[in-house]
């Protein structure tokens, strides 16, 4: 057995609902705009254009529950989502055979440095300083597609306070879960522990140190999260 000249890195995992066990991640892969309404409201075009994607790094999954306010930034927004977890990949997978390689579903928020990503787009610069820094990613656990399916429609919603900010359909994605697969599966290998965040609904606004956020969507159940 090799031996590493530092310890070595812990395992980023998710975890699982009514389980012990946890989800070992890979890669994350975040799609942007896809939801028309969120589209709009980001100033762009709705039509089915071809997808783009950006990652976040496995770490940034925290299922603690809190979010930290990061720092330097005083503009970060939420953006919920739903999560897919995938128990196997490949190259070049049809989208009918996509939702073969799915683990379960989950609940998410992509959280942004709304101001520092703003800064590198016209710059014409990488986002990862305001989509992948530390504890971006609060998420709460899988249910495996055994329990509860694959689910294609339904409420996502996030709440502020009681207040609700964004709302959606699952249905209102322009890119289905089983395109976004296929799609990634093109130009990157996939593989069992890689997640993809599947897009957020419009409504995406700022957050403050003291905020609650309640996420629900249909089937998968709820998520609490401090702002700290």
């Not at 997808?51 to 939420?78: C, E, I, M, W």
């Not at 709304?114 to 709460?140: H, N």
């Amino acid at each position: 057995m090799p031996t590493y000249a530092i310890e070595a890195p812990r395992v980023p995992a998710m975890p699982i609902a009514s389980s012990d066990d946890l989800f070992p991640v890979r890669r994350v892969y975040c799609i942007g705009r896809n939801y028309a309404a969120h589209a709009i409201e980001m100033g762009h075009d709705p039509d089915r254009e071809p997808p783009f994607f950006f990652q976040k790094n496995p770490d940034n999954l925290d299922a603690s529950g809190s979010f930290p306010y990061p720092a330097r930034t005083s503009d970060v927004h939420h953006e919920i989502e739903m999560v897919v977890a995938l128990k196997s990949g490949g190259t070049g997978i049809p989208v009918e055979q996509a939702l073969d390689h799915v683990w379960g579903y989950g609940l998410g928020l992509d959280m942004t440095r709304r101001d520092l990503q703003g800064e590198a787009k016209k710059m014409g610069r990488p986002w990862e300083i305001g989509k992948s820094f530390e504890r971006s990613a609060p998420v709460g656990p899988l249910h495996p597609v055994s329990e509860v399916g694959h689910p294609s429609e339904g409420l996502i919603e996030l709440k502020v306070n009681g207040e609700v900010r964004q709302t959606g359909d699952l249905n209102q994605m322009i890119w289905k879960v089983p395109e976004m697969i296929s799609y990634l599966s093109d130009y990157f290998e996939l593989a069992a522990g890689d997640v993809i965040m599947t897009g957020t609904p419009s409504g995406v606004g700022p957050v403050v140190a003291g905020d609650t956020l309640a996420l629900h969507v249909d089937g998968l159940g709820d998520l609490d999260i401090q702002v700290e």
